[in-house]
């Protein structure tokens, strides 16, 4: 079945980069949207972006517009996420997640998912 694996988080100063990167296997990887999600602890499961099957839609929340881009390389099965500018906020464990619904429309919540990744650690620091 669909396996996804994260990797590249770690620790940063604020105001520099880090690039995630998520692995998928299992099914058709261009036939779905991907995700990413972020949970801080003590606080509920956070949309950070999406981008629609195509690659032609993405999808930001507003606390990350200008900083974060998500890409997708269908060749490779790996979606990205390249985090600029990082703030001390931005620190959480990173999720990617793989669409329920194939050639579906971008989603931009977690019931829209229905396969995650370990997650992977990301601090920035001050």
């Known amino acids: 079945q669909v396996q996804l694996v994260e990797s590249g988080g770690g620790l940063v100063q604020a105001g520099n980069s880090l690039r995630l990167s998520c692995e998928a296997s299992?099914?058709?990887?261009?036939?779905?949207?991907m995700g990413w999600f972020r949970q801080a602890p003590g606080k509920e499961r956070e949309f950070v972006a999406a981008?629609?099957?195509?690659?032609?839609?993405?999808s930001y929340v507003d606390s990350v517009k200008g900083r974060f881009t998500i890409s997708r390389d269908n060749a490779k099965s790996t979606v990205y996420l390249q985090m600029n500018s990082m703030k001390p906020e931005d620190t959480a464990v990173y999720y990617c997640?793989?669409?329920?619904?194939?050639?579906?429309?971008?989603?931009?919540?977690?019931?829209?998912?229905?396969?995650w990744g370990q997650g992977t650690q990301v601090t920035v620091s001050s």
């Open positions: 299992g099914r058709t990887f261009s036939w779905y949207g």
């Open positions: 981008i629609s099957w195509s690659g032609s839609s993405t």
């Open positions: 997640a793989q669409a329920k619904e194939h050639f579906g429309a971008i989603v931009a919540t977690a019931r829209g998912y229905d396969y």
